[in-house]
């Protein structure tokens, strides 16, 4: 029996996977969901707006891998590529147009957790450095930017799919003889669009994830010389502040890792025309836990949230000190 994409053998592998990283993903968002709105003290409201939002995108996220566990297929049929998508999670085989609209969402949100990065550390910036904390307001207008990358991915793969329905015939014959038959031997229900390195769709989240990171490392080296420069200052309190800090690139590093690189090198393949390394389809499949480990890392590390979590009684600041509108408690200079 032929193999198309993944053998039947990885495909359930993966969905078992998404189940698992669902479920865990799911308890950890709603502890710190709690822990945000009713553990934050003071010092840290500032902060409860990205971790709130971090929440709802993994959360988001999670639920249409598993919901979705969508399988892409790179098929080559004469002088032409094609990409093909197949809905095999709780939403198994959906006809068309859902499978398109299934995966238009998923693909939406996978990048999200890519965009979403920079604002974190634009906002940390500006609270640390220049002591500026943005508005509900101005916070939502710099996440909705966020979500101009995503969205533009997300509707041109629902519109090159939407185009790419008159291939479906001439490309069914590729299921034959392969474990994506039913028993009665009817091939599953697909979506298609042509693999154009031409496409908009092939561009948009390189560079999207490029300008990303360009402005997470800018704003990573600013805070890092604020933070520098008020070692002295800051004495054994330092280590409350830091933890934001450890947070925010963690939750950067992380999507890095387990989602620019493997759709960083499925985008360099198709614009050379290479195969998609088999190394990243199984990097990929790490992708699903990105949402359960930035909710693990802010329970862990962000000091009061480990406090409640793990029992321990609040400490109390000795006299004498000033706590910062934006970061942690810092001595008073001298004058």
């Known amino acids: 029996m032929k193999v198309l994409g993944r053998s039947l053998q990885d495909r359930n592998l993966k969905y078992y996977n998404a189940t698992a990283a669902f479920l865990v993903s799911i308890v950890l968002n709603f502890i710190l969901v709690y822990t945000v709105l009713k553990k934050t003290p003071k010092w840290l409201h500032p902060y409860a707006k990205i971790f709130l939002t ?8 999670i639920t249409m891998c598993f919901l979705s566990n969508v399988v892409l297929i790179n098929v080559n049929d004469k002088d032409s590529s094609y990409f093909i998508h197949i809905t095999s999670g709780v939403l198994n085989d959906l006809p068309q147009p859902w499978t398109t609209i299934i995966t238009g969402v998923y693909v939406f949100f996978l990048n999200w957790t890519i965009t979403i990065v920079p604002v974190n550390f634009v906002y940390r910036y500006l609270s640390v450095c220049h002591d500026y904390e943005i508005s509900i307001s101005g916070f939502i207008f710099i996440t909705l930017i966020s979500t101009i990358a995503p969205g ?12 790419g329905e008159i291939f479906k015939d001439k490309l069914t014959y590729l299921f034959n003889d392969t474990d994506w038959l039913s028993p009665d031997g009817t091939p599953p229900h697909f979506a ?9 769709h092939n561009y948009v989240i390189p560079i999207a994830a ?11 080296i600013q805070i890092w010389r604020k933070f520098y420069r008020l070692r002295k200052l800051q004495d054994k309190y330092v280590r409350k502040s830091y933890s934001l800090n450890v947070v925010l690139i963690t939750n950067a590093v992380v999507p890095l890792l387990v989602q620019v690189v493997p759709s960083g090198g499925a985008a360099v393949a198709r ?21 359960a480990i930035s909710p693990l890392m802010d329970l862990i590390v962000v000091q009061p949230y480990r406090h409640f979590v793990f029992c321990r009684r609040k400490g109390v600041a000795p006299k004498g000190q000033a706590t910062s509108r934006f970061a942690e408690p810092i ?3 001298k004058k």
């Open 271 to 291: 614009l050379f025309g290479f195969n998609m390394p088999p190394a990243l389809v199984y990097i990929s499949m790490v992708s699903p836990w990105s949402a």
């Open 152 to 163: 533009i991915y997300a509707v041109s793969t629902v519109v090159y799919e939407f185009q």
């Open 192 to 200: 298609v669009m042509e693999a154009d390195s031409n496409n908009i």
């Open 54 to 61: 971090d929440s709802f995108i993994n959360v988001c996220f």
């Open 210 to 220: 490029l300008i990303s990171y360009i402005i997470v490392v800018l704003c990573a």
């Open 331 to 333: 001595h008073n200079p």
